[in-house]
């Protein structure tokens, strides 16, 4: 893939046109900027002191487009997402540790694995519900160029908080499957076995004996237990579940589908085009509207009105 | 993919080393060149939040620095102009400037001059001149198309802008390979020739150290021919999805636009047909129509079910699967809503003017014998109410293609009939196409009939029969491609350029047909390029033909024609 650096060959040729064109001693409105303002005050004037660059209309265009502006606002807010976005990257990676950690056989209870990791998937869905509820603020009404641009944030980090969840959603679910595969296997079986003992114990128990005995009534306790904490852990699917899927149905309008005719370059323009021609039809409709509006005929009354009371208000008080 | 890939690199090299918000700006035609090969959601991924066309942004004059402007433009004067007027006012922090092709000096001085702010950061050239419609085909997308058909006299402006534009694309391709070519072209064809001996001169002479790349390898062989060299193909009717959709509704830039065919629902109106995003297409752009029936009703029961088990949710695992399966659920509904679509639309049309009937006397025409039943034929189909005004047409060209020699009372006959039941006729023109492209004029065997083996083939094949009728007709560029393959691509008809000689058989072929490539045409080299026989070839062309634009071209230089020689 052949290419061909022309930079040096143009740096050569401006800087000798930038020469040629110095000790014009052009006109102070054109836009030559600070150089030609020194060389011109020190050729006409050779005795006067270096005059500060002040001296060119401060209004000058050419000067503002010199320094790199500030950005506007929204910069901030899709900068203040974007390094959201980081975070929760980071943040996945530790998590993904995390799983992998509680899903290790210990001797431990496993119970601060289970805390930690409670904790790192509560920060993440916060991050991300936070930087979705940003993310609305991104959008502008108006057709113009920055509005697009606008949209285009919007859509980008869009697409990435989308990654981002349904990666953190696989992450979960693929983990709760392995926790589950792991409890049952020791106890499940048991569990089940004794449930059916339960089960068969209790027909005959009612003919025979009325209570359960310590034994089956420990065991009966365990398997409340275990059943209140899948209880739990699907509650908890659930909630996560459903703050995922709002978070994706809203995202979802933002995203650009791939391989459709809104993910070409050359239909995004044509509609900018359109859109923005539309736009100012309408800015134009607006505006004619507003002008020959009755509201502005009705308050024009109202004021003139208001105008001539005062005035017989005044009248009355000075005849009286 | 070597096109599309190739492309796709050099817009990765323009984005990757600037960082910061950026805004892509592109003229008419680099729009074409990028729209192809990237998406605006990898725009976005690169940071990119804005695409503008260089003209329309001249307009606006709000100022944003906080963006970096990175130009990708054609070198013309045109778009020099716009550049120098936007370095005297620049709007943005940084300008990075990307030259599709070659900037000449004086192109460097003007913006070196006018760049009076120092704005601009880098100016490269970056060689993707060419429009990558598929990974073995490119296309200029040249509007004055029909300039190759008129003689050097009427317009030698008009003619050199042209040719230049050919170089251009051909120069800019093989930079992308970085390659250096040995060049044959069609004797017979003067625009071939003359393209040839220009694409030499740039590259052994004008520019011959950017082109001096290592030849370790035997050099790849660059073939120039004449469009028509091979009338037939671009007038047939097609039957091959991909060439049937451009044939019937119209491609542009892997785009087709249903907005003027019927009454199509909002969010089909316009789409894509990429072989690089779309699976489905791309295991069935060269299939016929009635095994593209076939596949698409299966692919619509599979979509059936998958849509059938996400109604029915039930648990809150059924819940979580679907959630995360919609994406991929909602891709695949437009997909096949897409397909759909399209094939009812050409369904629509085959019935409407009869299309079915019609092809197979063009088939008939194009590959089979018998002046007699063909004339009767031909005759019976001018005389149906039904047929439409533009398949007449193509009947009477093709006719007259094949039997122009053979008993031209009855030729005349088919004239008159065709004027007489077509009014929008232009008169003359199927004579135009015979002075233009008629037996005299062409190199290659078109109909089998002047080169013995081939006789004997047509004579083996139609004992043997053909499996389908529609589709039986092979384009002259596969038998060009057979004749490279074995080496026997004859010397008188296409010489080399210069002194060149090629040493054995070349590994990469580039055929460049001045005047246009078919959907066929390419589809034939792709099938070419799966057999693996050693050879790889790439197709390109002035611009991408149905019968519509092939017609179109005719009528514009039969006008031309006629205005200046009335002049003169």
Known sequence: ??????????????????????????????????????????????????????????????????????????????????????????????????????????????????????????????????????????????????????????????????????????????????????????????????????????????????????????????????TAEREREIQQVVESVNELAQIMKDLSVLVIDQGTIVDRIDYNIQNVAASVEEGLKQLQKAERTQKQGGMVMCATVLVIMCLIMLVLLILKEIVF | MVLVSAVRDYVNRMLQDISGMKVLILDSQTVSIVSVVYSQSELLQKEVFLVELVDSISKSKEPMSHLKAVYFLRPTSENIQYMRRQLARPRFGEYHFFSSNMLKDTQLHILADSDEHEVVQQVQEFYADFVANGPFHFSLNISGNHMYMLPAAIDPSGLQHFCDRIVDGIAALFLALKRRPIIRYQRTSDIAKRVAQETAKLMYQQESGLFDFRRTEISPLLLIIDRRDDPVTPLLNQWTYQAMVHELIGIQDNKVDLRTIGKISKDQQEVVLSSEQDTFFKSNMYENFGDIGMNIKRMVDEFQQVAKSNQQIQTIEDMAKFVDNYPEYRKMHGNVSKHVTLVTEMSKIVEERKLMLVSQTEQELACNGGQGAAFEAVTNLLNNESVSDIDRLRLVMLYALRYEKESPVQ?????????????????????????????????????????????????????????????????????????????????????????HFQQGRPQDVIIFIVGGTTYEESRSVALQNATNSGIRFILGGSALLNSKRFLKNLEEAQRIARTSTSVV
Do not use: C
Request: no cysteine; proline share 5%.
């Open chain 1, 1 to 226: 893939m052949a290419t061909r650096n022309r930079t040096i060959l143009y740096r050569k040729y401006r800087d000798a046109l930038k020469s040629v064109r110095v000790p014009s001693g052009s006109s102070p409105s054109s836009s030559g900027g600070p150089v030609i303002e020194m060389s011109s005050t020190s050729l006409l004037n050779p005795n006067r002191s270096y005059a500060p660059l002040s001296t060119e209309d401060p209004g000058s265009f050419s000067k503002g487009a010199l320094t790199v502006g500030l950005p506007p606002a929204w910069v901030d807010v899709s900068e203040e997402i974007a390094a959201n976005v980081q975070r929760v990257r980071t943040k996945m990676a530790e998590l993904a540790k995390a799983h992998a950690k509680a899903l290790m056989p210990s001797f431990g209870d496993g119970k601060e694995d289970q805390r930690r990791i409670e904790a790192l998937t509560r920060e993440i869905t916060d991050l991300l519900k936070k930087s979705e509820k940003r993310l609305q603020r991104l959008s502008a009404g108006g057709p113009s160029e920055d509005s697009n641009i606008r949209k285009n944030v919007q859509r980008s980090l869009a697409t990435d908080l989308q990654s981002l969840s349904t990666e953190l959603r696989k992450k979960q679910s693929t983990y709760l499957k392995r926790l589950r595969q792991q409890k049952e296997g020791p106890d499940g079986i048991d569990l089940e076995m004794n449930l059916n003992g339960n089960h068969t114990r209790r027909e005959d128990d009612d003919f025979d004996d009325m209570g359960f005995t310590d034994h089956q009534m420990a065991k009966i306790r365990k398997s409340e237990a275990f």
């Open chain 2, 411 to 499: 030729l005349m006959q088919l004239f008159n009939k065709l004027a007489s039941r077509s009014p929008k006729y232009k008169p003359g023109l199927v004579q135009f196409l015979l002075k233009q492209a008629g037996v005299d004029k062409r190199t290659g065997d078109l109909y089998g009939n002047r080169d013995l083996l081939n006789i004997a083939r047509n004579m083996a094949r139609g004992l043997k029969g053909v499996e389908n009728v529609y589709t039986q007709h092979q384009p002259l560029l596969y038998q060009t491609m057979e004749s490279i393959i074995k080496g026997r691509l004859r010397d008188v008809d296409y010489p080399f350029i210069g002194n």
